[in-house]
């Protein structure tokens, strides 16, 4: 059974203080990795999709990058602002073509100042 | 650009009282997804929809209808209602799946429906 999941689940830093959430998968195969952010009361909010092995992306402080079996997120010296939860999502071959998502159950992340 | 909306944003209903909630996108996209969020479940598939007039179940689609009648609205009803369908509800959209990576695949979210089961 395809499986995804985050951790920690929840997760509080310092401003300034840069660390990685974790999201590990086991997949029948895999077309894409994607990260969203998530705000209280709102929709999840797409951040980067990684599809091989080796890959990265950036934006702003955020780094995601990605291997045969887990995918990270690094926050490099965060702000307060970028407390959120960090939901990461699979899309498989099973799936068909219907961009279908297989989530994890999110990490909580809290930056205080 | 609105995205995706829904409506109601709030609801509260009574046990076996049915409601629908409303999806609409502006952005042309041709799937259409219904999710519900659960805490400690994360985001689990209710049904979906890959084209205008074709729906398709998801991993939980036990006391839910859907329909997609014109391509930009998806609607999920709830026929009888129960207190274990207390959750949140979200609608997601995106283009038709394309091979070639980079190609956009994901999906953008609406803003939720909170619905309440007495």
């Known amino acids: 059974e395809d499986q995804v999941t985050q951790s920690p689940e929840a997760l509080r830093l310092q401003e300034g203080e840069s660390s990685s959430l974790n999201c590990s998968y086991t997949v029948s195969g895999l077309r894409g990795l994607f990260w969203y952010r998530q705000d209280p009361g709102k929709g999840p909010e797409f951040l980067f999709t990684?599809?091989?092995a080796g890959e990265e992306k950036e934006k702003e402080r955020l780094k995601a990058t990605l291997t045969k079996k887990e995918s990270f997120l690094h926050i490099t010296a965060p702000k307060p602002e970028d407390s959120a939860t960090y939901l990461c999502a699979v899309q498989t071959p099973y799936g068909g073509a219907t961009n279908k998502l297989i989530f994890g159950t999110g990490t909580l992340l809290a930056v205080q100042p | 650009n609105a995205g995706v909306t829904q409506t109601p944003k709030f609801r509260v209903l009574k046990t076996g009282q049915s409601m629908t909630l409303l999806c609409a996108q502006d952005?042309?996209?041709?799937?259409m997804y219904w999710y519900r969020q659960d805490p400690g479940m994360g985001l689990r598939l209710i049904h979906y929809s890959v084209g205008e007039g074709t729906t398709a179940k998801g991993e939980v689609p036990d006391g839910y209808n859907v329909s997609r009648l014109k391509k930009q609205n998806f609607l999920l009803g709830l026929e009888s209602a129960a207190p274990s369908q207390t959750s949140v509800y979200f609608c997601?959209?995106?283009?038709?799946?394309?091979?070639?990576?980079?190609?956009?695949?994901?999906?953008?979210f609406g803003p939720g429906t909170r619905l309440t089961v007495l």
């Open positions: 990684l599809y091989s």
């Open positions: 952005m042309n996209h041709e799937y």
């Open positions: 997601a959209s995106s283009y038709a799946y394309r091979l070639e990576r980079g190609a956009g695949n994901e999906q953008f």
